[in-house]
């Protein structure tokens, strides 16, 4: 390699890792856009999920076959790349498999990087036939359409690609080595590739080298490519699952949150010494606004959870409301959520830093009331999700804003608020009359 192709590395590797940090500096500008809200306690407790749940993978193999396939890809993933750092390495200084001095070792990780190939490619053509062939219905679902089906389908050939190309540079570089050309040192152990380079048979010294040199580059830069394409895609999962499982709600389940303000009015209404004319004791206490009507009113880790989503569908298969034929699907709360946020951003780059009212909003543009009050608040989506999102938490937020700021939830529910206030039950009896069925039976 030249000192003319060390510099042209150079200069791709500069642009790939200095594109990827400025996608990632616009991901942590749009999250912190979010309302604060506090998740640092139980540090121990969060550590746990997040080494369990995205390091352990253990929410995936609740469905096996997809969870074994996923956990092959992700291994795969993670351990294949380790040969990112030797590939650097290499390109900057124009060495040849510079880590081959570690010896048997070197010969185990090139080895078991070759089997987790094969491992993954079948896993990925598993994934796609799973999509396009079988067409399971949680892939297949009217929410899953347009670009998001698109992104599912080039994230696999990507994968199938680099592990190609990753086969096919091993497999010229054995060949190479085996033939004692130039600086091709013996070096690795080829379990898989020893069966494709006499496929080079025939071929020329240069020709070899050529082939091998262009996979290599293929190689890299596809994973350059693919780095950045994360920001697009639902595979941006890959590096936010961590953040997102350390910061989870780690409440039980169906405990809500309840506002302080409306909490401190409460007390101060069944108190009979308080004037009820009286300013609040803590004005900072009354929030500007009650629940979400846009991604802004949202916190910041639920916007954090809308970057995470990976869109695999578990919770709208577990939803008993869109099981059941409604229009709501958690997936699509998630998906729309992360959509009017990168609007919102796109926005604010466009208004040098400053967001400009566009009379658009997450509740009606993006997510129809009729999705709302779909829910049940079962909390089968939060549990199903293998990365610990929680499309209820917006949902009820939501939900929040319509009643609290518009009094527009659905007739039962204010028929039923109506008598809780009057009657102080959800039943339409006066408290007389309340135990007047006893008699009747």
């Known amino acids: 390699m030249s000192y003319l192709d060390n510099i042209l590395f150079l200069i791709i590797l500069g642009l790939g890792f200095g594109y990827f940090a400025l996608n990632v500096k616009k991901i942590a500008r749009n999250i912190k856009l979010g309302q604060k809200v506090n998740r640092t306690d139980n540090s121990s407790e969060r550590w746990k999920n997040m080494t369990m749940i995205a390091l352990g993978q253990s929410k995936m193999v609740k469905r096996p076959i997809a969870g074994f396939l996923h956990i092959i890809v992700y291994v795969g993933f993670i351990i294949i790349n380790l040969e990112l750092l030797e590939i650097v390495i290499d390109g900057l200084f124009g060495t040849h498999r510079v880590f081959s001095f570690m010896g048997g070792f070197y010969d185990v990780l090139i080895a078991s990087f070759e089997i987790l190939a094969v491992l993954v490619l079948v896993s990925v053509i598993a994934f796609w036939s799973r999509r396009n062939v079988i067409k399971l219905k949680r892939f ?42 130039h600086h091709y040192n013996q070096a690795g152990s080829f379990p898989i590739s020893q069966f494709i380079s006499p496929l080079f048979n025939g071929l020329s010294e240069g020709v070899v080298v050529v082939i091998e040199r262009t996979a290599w580059w293929l190689h890299i830069c596809g994973i350059l490519v693919f780095l950045n394409y994360l920001y697009f895609s639902k595979h941006l999962h890959i590096l936010l699952a961590f953040p997102n499982t350390y910061f989870a709600d780690l409440n039980a389940k169906g405990k809500f949150d309840n506002l302080e303000s409306v909490t401190n009015e409460v007390k101060l209404m069944m108190d009979p010494s308080v004037d009820p004319f009286a300013a609040p004791a803590n004005p900072e206490t009354v929030p500007a606004k009650f629940g979400a009507s846009d991604v802004l009113d949202l916190n ?67 997510i129809t009331t009729e999705e709302l009050w779909s829910c049940t608040s079962c909390n089968a989506c939060v549990e199903e999700c293998p990365v610990n999102i929680s499309p209820l938490s917006i949902i009820m937020d939501m939900r929040r804003y319509l009643v609290m700021e518009q009094s527009a939830a659905p007739m039962p529910i204010n028929a039923m608020m109506a008598n809780i206030e009057n009657n102080g039950a959800p039943w339409q009896y006066n408290q007389m009359d309340r135990l007047n069925w006893k008699e009747e039976n």
Do not use: H
């Open 140 to 181: 297949v679902s009217s929410d899953l359409k347009n670009w998001p089906k698109s992104d599912a389908n080039y994230i696999l050939y990507f994968e199938i690609v680099l592990m190609s190309l990753f086969l096919i540079m091993n497999s010229a570089d054995l060949w190479l080595q085996e033939m004692n050309v």
């Open 300 to 366: 910041w880790v639920q916007l954090l959870n809308a970057y995470t989503c990976t869109e695999c569908g578990r919770c709208a298969s577990s939803c008993p409301a869109n099981l059941t034929g409604k229009k709501l699907s958690p997936r699509k709360i998630m998906m729309d959520t992360r959509d009017r946020l990168e609007e919102v951003g796109k926005n604010i780059d466009l208004n040098k830093g400053v967001f400009v009212p566009d009379n658009k909003s997450l509740l009606n543009d993006y």
